[in-house]
């Protein structure tokens, strides 16, 4: 097979990228080791900052994000058993987020390049990437049992964190910043209305808890846990008395319902610099994780190849390489700060050690800072809906 732009990865970054390409008439093919089955299924992200919004709805996926999402002009920070709301719209000039799952964009971005005719090759195994610091890149799978190979300009790697792209890069080509953190989340999927119209992010003496939803009758929940956690210890019962006593507070009452889905999440941050070498591109997970207390996993996987897709469209009407040589350096400057807004809001709300009362109390007059200072109350409100 040929194409000019091989793409590992059918995840956001990966499909978005292919559907910026094709809009400026650049020929891809998506490789992915799982079935269309399961991408359309997990259950993962499920903020989008208004430029991601913006975004799609510019390039024309965003018509269902528009009819289903569920628009957020605010958020509510919990403790002390007081809410204390943080109006988005007003204090960033009319921005607000969007609840729309990770598992919904899936659909919208695999139906949109498949009715364009695009290529997305499911199933796949053995991927390795060759050649790639040449100009003659080429990516091998096998597919039912069947050897091929892709002969492209460029190969993006939009393969996740646990991918093939990043570790094919020489050792010592990269430089990797991680700091893994001493919990982790519990998080349900339940058949309940959500008990709030928005998002709340609670400290509690027992640690961090988050209400969000999917969809007006599910409802997402998760609060904080060992990162061993064995779930075998968390019965149904005993998960909604948690965070029943987590979200505490007079007047309110917490909406409980059949849980569809449990699992655990590790909190880690994670950078590799640079985000390329040679023709090979790494965007999203491949290149960083953020905890996901800022919500911005998604998000910095749809800047990556926005910036990337044009990149590529100025390679291959000019001829010119300079943001293809400066995708990096571009990339990192927002990445690093979501890495900052992501640390900040973790240490904000979760507790490393729960006998620190120090710590408890040094996080409840971080919270009362921003509760009683607009300035400060700006600043989180334009990280949270996202930078420009």
């Known amino acids: 097979m040929r194409t000019q732009i ?114 997305i090759v499911f199933e796949v195994e053995d991927v390795s990437i060759h050649d790639f610091d040449s100009a003659k890149p080429k990516i091998r799978f096998r597919k039912d ?27 010592g080509a990269l430089s990797l910043y991680e700091r893994a953190y001493p919990f982790a989340w519990l998080g349900i999927l339940a058949e309940a209305s959500p008990s709030s119209h928005e998002l709340i992010y609670a400290n509690h003496e027992r640690g961090f808890a988050l209400h969000s939803m999917r969809t007006p009758s599910l409802t997402r929940l998760y609060l904080q846990c060992a990162p061993d956690e064995n779930l075998e210890n968390w019965p149904d019962a005993h998960v909604w008395e948690e965070l029943s006593a987590r979200f ?81 350096q571009r990339c990192l400057r927002r990445v690093w700060r979501a890495q900052y807004f992501s640390y900040f809001m973790t240490n904000m709300f979760h507790r490393a050690n729960v006998a620190d009362a120090y710590d408890y109390r040094r996080q409840l007059a971080e919270l009362d800072n921003i509760t009683s200072s607009r300035a400060a109350a700006t600043n989180l409100a334009e990280n949270y809906s996202g930078l420009p």
Do not use: W
């Open 6 to 119: 091989g793409i590992i990865g059918a995840g956001p970054a990966g499909l978005f990228l292919s559907h910026l390409l094709h809009l400026r008439g650049i020929d891809s093919i998506v490789i992915e080791s799982h079935s269309r089955e399961h991408i359309e299924s997990r259950v993962r992200a499920g903020v989008l900052e208004q430029g991601t919004v913006d975004l799609f709805n510019e390039t024309g996926v965003g018509d269902r994000m528009c009819r289903e999402g569920l628009v957020h002009h605010g958020f509510e920070l919990r403790f002390n058993r007081r809410a204390h709301r943080i109006d988005m719209f007003e204090l960033t000039g009319g921005r607000c987020i969007t609840v729309y799952g990770q598992q919904e964009v899936i659909k919208d971005l695999v139906a949109a390049r498949l009715n364009a005719n695009g290529q």
């Open 145 to 171: 049992g069947r050897s091929q190979e892709i002969a492209c300009d460029f190969i993006a790697g939009c393969d996740g964190y646990h991918g093939i792209c990043r570790p094919s890069i020489p050792a």
């Open 248 to 328: 505490e507070m007079d007047g309110f009452v917490l909406n409980t319902g059949p849980i569809l889905q449990k699992n655990i999440t590790p909190m880690r941050s994670f950078v590799a610099e640079p985000m390329q070498f040679g023709r090979l591109f790494l965007a999203g997970d491949s290149a960083h994780i953020v905890p996901p207390t800022g919500a911005k996993g998604m998000n910095l996987a749809i800047a990556d190849v926005r910036l990337l897709a044009r990149a590529l469209d100025r390679f291959y009407s000019s001829g010119s390489e300079d943001e293809l040589a400066t995708y990096s």
